[in-house]
């Protein structure tokens, strides 16, 4: 079986592809396809992309391709926007990141678009009008919901973890899935999970608790799942704040999600909890939220739809 990434712009795909590559799997690109067709048809690159924006047929032929080369291969990344879509009988996992994050990262030049943007703002705007004009041309052409998480049989956040931790996440997943296949599976990063209880009513001695069980247990992923509520872009733990923080403590990365609720009722409240109380969760499980509620009431999120 193969694998087949794709995700937010920015997401660093890139980075991830080369950890498997070193992992020992074949990296198959979207950017190889298209320079392997250009060859054959004895076009330079800007020529195939010239000819293709008025040729559809050059399209279909890549997509072509692409499903050949899903069913020749084997062990294999396809790094591509939709090979999910054409590599059918593939591992198919979207990298999802926080839209700040990824502005941020192109801003700093993780990015061949970073000259593009005068500053980060600018290049938060431009990745949201990127990602609109994508989803737009994807339902226009295929009559697909790019940003639809049934999709995809694993959607791993990557905005608070590095390739390598990514890569060894994709892989135990992987290896899970080969023995028995899941449906999606939402694993996103503990460090952007926000309490909506104070801090004095958590039971210390449960925390502690819960912390040992996590050091015992090996991997980058939390044991307990989370049910979390989407306010204003932020994922707020509506169960299991014990096991979050936690398992944070730990040192654990991700944490599989037991539900994913859009609040929009609550958009115009207050935020429930203090920064007070949140800096306690942080001393408690030793790390720093990189946005605060209190002081910006709404991010952007991750574009995703669970």
């Known amino acids: 079986m193969n694998i087949t990434i794709t995700g937010n712009l920015g997401s660093g795909k890139t980075s991830v592809c080369k950890e498997l590559k070193k992992m020992g799997f074949a990296i198959v690109s979207a950017g190889d ?52 879509h054409f590599a059918a009988h593939s591992f198919k996992v979207f990298l999802l990141v926080d839209t700040q994050e990824a502005a941020r990262r192109v801003f700093a030049g993780d990015s061949r678009n970073a000259e593009n943007y005068a500053d ?28 639809d998480a049934s999709n995809y049989d694993l959607v791993i956040e990557s905005s608070m973890a590095s390739p390598q931790q990514l890569a060894q996440e994709i892989i135990r997943n992987f290896e899970q ?9 939402a694993e996103l990063n503990l460090q952007g999970f926000y ?17 040992r069980q996590e050091e015992q247990t090996p991997g980058l992923c939390a044991i307990g799942k989370p049910d979390l509520a989407v306010k204003n872009g ?36 207050e935020w429930a909890v203090t920064a007070q109380d949140l800096a306690a969760f942080e001393q408690a499980g030793n790390f720093q939220y990189y946005t605060n509620p209190a002081l ?6 991750c574009g995703i739809k669970f």
């Open 33 to 84: 396809i298209f320079r392997e067709l250009a060859a054959e048809k004895g076009m330079t690159v800007i020529e195939l992309n010239e000819a293709a924006k008025s040729d559809r047929s050059i399209d279909d032929m890549l997509d072509q391709r692409s499903s050949e080369l899903g069913r020749k291969m084997d062990q294999t990344v396809f790094d591509s926007r939709l090979a999910w």
């Open 195 to 211: 309490p909506q209880k104070r801090f004095a009513q958590m039971d210390l001695k449960r925390l502690e608790h819960c912390r």
């Open 120 to 147: 980060v703002k600018e290049a938060e705007i431009g990745l949201k009008t990127r990602a609109r004009l994508e989803q737009e041309r994807f339902a226009n052409l295929y009559g697909l919901d790019y940003y």
């Open 234 to 269: 932020y994922y707020c733990i509506e169960k299991g704040h014990h096991a979050v923080f936690a398992a944070i403590a730990a040192g654990k990365v991700f944490a599989q999600a037991g539900s994913i609720r859009i609040d929009d009722a609550d958009g115009n409240k």
């Open 177 to 185: 899935y080969q023995k028995e296949p899941f449906s999606t599976k």
């Open 296 to 301: 910006q009431r709404e991010k952007p999120g």
